[in-house]
């Protein structure tokens, strides 16, 4: 049973600071994996999809490496703002159709 | 390119009382997905569907929980007997089926609070 874990639970830096979110996942046969940014009290916004194939995906500021073997993917944030405050979910998918989500890491930017 | 639309937004019932939910995905995506969020967890997977064919359930999903996608477009989610437990937010994704690449997209959600 695929499980998926995500450290910290939150995470509080100042405004212009590099991070590094991480997740980790149980089970290595993966399809793909995605990262969603989560405002609270809305929806989730997908972020970056990373294929079983590939072992990075760059959008902007924003950097998701994936290492299959070891179970684990990581999401860089380049020169952090107080608009990147939200929670961020790690999710990964079986080849099943449905995510399986961490429980995400809550980020405060402070100005 | 509208997005994942969902109705209501709200929802506050008592308990015992049924609801139904509504999402309508992006036009051409052939998947849609049903969640359940509650406060301070990541989003659990309910069902989901590929055009009008029920693939999967979840364990979570009880005898009193049912959805559908008679045509193939829009989805329903129907609580029956609501209880204090279900209070959570529900969330729609559709996805386009491609080999690797099948990102989904969530809608705004539906909060509801059994009371």
């Known amino acids: 049973k695929q499980e998926v874990t995500q450290i910290p639970a939150a995470l509080s830096v100042p405004e212009g600071e590099n991070l590094v979110l991480n997740c980790s996942f149980t089970d290595s046969a993966i399809y793909n994996l995605q990262w969603f940014r989560q405002d609270p009290g809305k929806g989730l916004t997908s972020l970056l999809l990373?294929?079983?194939?590939?072992r990075e995906q760059t959008s902007g500021r924003l950097n998701a490496s994936l290492d299959k073997s070891s179970g684990r993917s990581t999401l860089y944030i380049a020169a952090s703002q107080p608009g990147d405050s939200a929670t961020y979910l790690c999710?990964?998918?079986?080849?099943?159709?449905?995510?399986?989500f961490g429980q995400g890491t809550e980020l405060s930017v402070k100005p | 390119d509208t997005g994942v639309s969902q109705d209501p937004r709200h929802k506050i019932t008592k308990r015992g009382q049924n609801v139904t939910f509504r999402c309508d995905p992006i036009s051409e995506h052939n998947r849609l997905y049903w969640y359940r969020q509650t406060l301070g967890q990541g989003p659990e997977f309910l069902t989901y569907?590929?055009?009008?064919?029920?693939?999967?359930k979840s364990r979570l999903l009880s005898d009193r929980f049912s959805a559908e996608r008679p045509k193939g477009s829009f989805s329903t989610l129907e609580i029956q007997r609501t209880e204090q437990g279900d209070s959570a937010m529900y969330l729609c994704?559709?996805?386009?089926?491609?080999?690797?690449?099948?990102?989904?997209?969530f809608g705004p959600g539906t909060r509801l609070l059994v009371l």
């Open positions: 994704a559709s996805s386009q089926r491609r080999t690797g690449q099948e990102t989904q997209y």
């Open positions: 569907f590929q055009n009008e064919a029920q693939l999967e």
């Open positions: 999710a990964v998918n079986n080849q099943g159709g449905k995510l399986i």
């Open positions: 990373i294929q079983s194939s590939q």
